[in-house]
């Protein structure tokens, strides 16, 4: 199992890190060749918003399992520890609901949109849409990678990539 979750979290980071990349080149290529050339690439405004919506469903995920999403804890602070698990219990089947609606509408809205066409690049909205749909099972795989340990212990994953106490204290 843990090589799994290696594998996969590696998988997903790389895949943000390729999409990142890519949408910064096209970006910064833009950018140039509009001032150098007065000339722009008429897809790439349109290609980097897709680009981002991905990123943000691909990234939800990571940043979900490292408790890098704003949270209020205070109720939970303030109860005892059978109190505070039953708490996190909840919010943990809240989130595995959320997670399941957004696979089903992500899957939904493909299959509407399936034949509605982007603007400049013609390709199919169901292909950004579908960002939904596998960012939901992202978030669920990573979910249930993290969730024992939060509703046990309030704890998240943790490596020398990232650390949600500092990234909360800034």
């Known amino acids: 199992m843990q090589a799994f979750e290696r594998y996969f979290l590696?998988?997903?980071?790389?895949?943000?890190?390729?999409?990142?990349?890519a949408m910064s080149v096209i970006i910064f290529t833009n950018v140039v060749m509009r001032y150098t050339t007065s000339n722009s690439l008429e897809w790439a405004e349109e290609v980097s918003r897709h680009m981002m919506i991905w990123l943000t469903f691909l990234g939800a995920g990571p940043v979900?399992?490292?408790g890098g999403h704003i949270a209020v804890e205070n109720l939970q602070d303030a109860l005892p520890r059978a109190g505070a698990i039953a708490v996190r219990?909840?919010?943990a089947a809240l989130l595995f609901a959320?997670?399941?609606f957004m696979v089903w509408y992500g899957w939904l809205y493909?299959?509407?949109?399936m034949f509605q066409l982007t603007?400049?690049?013609?390709?199919p909205f169901a292909y950004i849409y579908s960002a939904m749909l596998f960012g939901g099972i992202l978030l669920i795989v990573h979910w249930l990678l993290v969730v024992r340990g939060y509703v046990l212990r309030r704890e998240f994953a943790s490596d020398a990539h990232f650390d949600a106490n500092a990234s909360a204290s800034l």
Do not use: D, E, K, S
Request: proline letters at 0%; glycine letters at 4%.
């Open 89 to 91: 219990a909840f919010v």
């Open 119 to 123: 603007a400049v690049t013609q390709i």
């Open 10 to 21: 590696a998988a997903n980071r790389w895949a943000l890190i390729l999409l990142l990349a």
């Open 110 to 113: 493909m299959q509407r949109t």
């Open 64 to 66: 979900l399992r490292y």
């Open 98 to 100: 959320f997670f399941g």
